[in-house]
């Protein structure tokens, strides 16, 4: 009864590295979500994919990238890290494509960039 | 104006109270909303959907006012385990633009 799973849950990393985070759900959900989360703010959306082999710019897209590679997974890259970049980031899913359904998240992963 | 608002709060009320939290939105072409219960460190899970005046589930009750532009969530007989922080979620026209607010964060005492 897995969900949503995220990798790596912890990651700390210097400035101008670069790092791709993981992320699987076993729903056979057709949308796919990142997000961030930082302290006072809402989740701001990243980066979604309505469907297997869609991708689309969210709120806050710049500085990243993403890859749908299938149904179950949708990977997020950071090509060169800065400091602004420290959050925690989440994955989600839902059923259908649209934002009438709810989404479902995984555990998150906590990135500092030093 | 903020799309998506919360109080922040925090609410701190005793085991066994009532609470309400409301939420405020500026774009009224939505067809849905939710909330998420948020625990420290952890995820979002949903709690409730909102696809018309309002839903309930037990002790939670949500109530939509399209006219003013509000939902809000009630949560009767407060449990310790209610403490954590509530978000309300815009859900959009029938894209992908989903808006998160902030949170209320709610701690319950025994």
């Given at each position: 009864n897995a969900g949503v799973t995220q990798t790596p849950k912890f990651q700390v990393l210097k400035t101008g590295q670069s790092m791709t985070l993981q992320c699987a759900q076993d729903m056979n959900h057709n949308s796919m979500y990142w997000y961030r989360q930082?302290?006072?703010?809402?989740l701001r959306l990243i980066y979604y994919s309505a469907s297997e082999g869609t991708t689309d710019k969210g709120e806050v897209p710049n500085g990243y990238n993403v890859s749908r590679l299938n149904k179950r997974e949708f990977s997020l890259r950071l090509e060169s890290a800065a400091p602004s970049q420290t959050s925690v980031y989440f994955c989600a899913s839902s059923e259908a494509g649209s934002t009438n359904q709810p989404q479902h998240f995984g555990d998150g992963t906590r990135l500092s960039i030093l | 104006r903020k799309e998506v608002?919360?109080?922040?709060?925090?609410?701190?009320?005793?085991?066994?109270?009532?609470?309400?939290?409301?939420?405020?939105?500026?774009?009224?072409?939505?067809?849905?909303?939710?909330?998420y219960r948020q625990d420290?460190?952890?995820?979002?899970?949903?709690?409730?959907?909102?696809?018309?005046?309002?839903?309930?589930?037990?002790r939670f009750t949500a109530q939509l006012n399209r006219a003013s532009q509000y939902i809000s969530?009630?949560?009767?007989?407060s449990k310790l385990s209610d403490s954590a922080t509530y978000?309300?979620?815009?859900?959009?026209?029938?894209g992908f633009k989903t808006i998160f607010?902030?949170?209320?964060?709610?701690?319950?005492?025994?």
């Open positions: 930082d302290p006072g703010m809402g | 608002e919360q109080d922040p709060g925090p609410f701190n009320v005793p085991e066994g109270a009532t609470v309400a939290f409301n939420c405020t939105y500026s774009n009224s072409a939505s067809q849905s909303f939710f909330w420290c460190r952890k995820e979002p899970k949903l709690l409730m959907s909102v696809y018309s005046s309002g839903n309930e589930d037990g969530l009630l949560i009767r007989d978000l309300c979620v815009w859900g959009g026209t029938g607010g902030a949170g209320t964060r709610l701690f319950v005492k025994a």
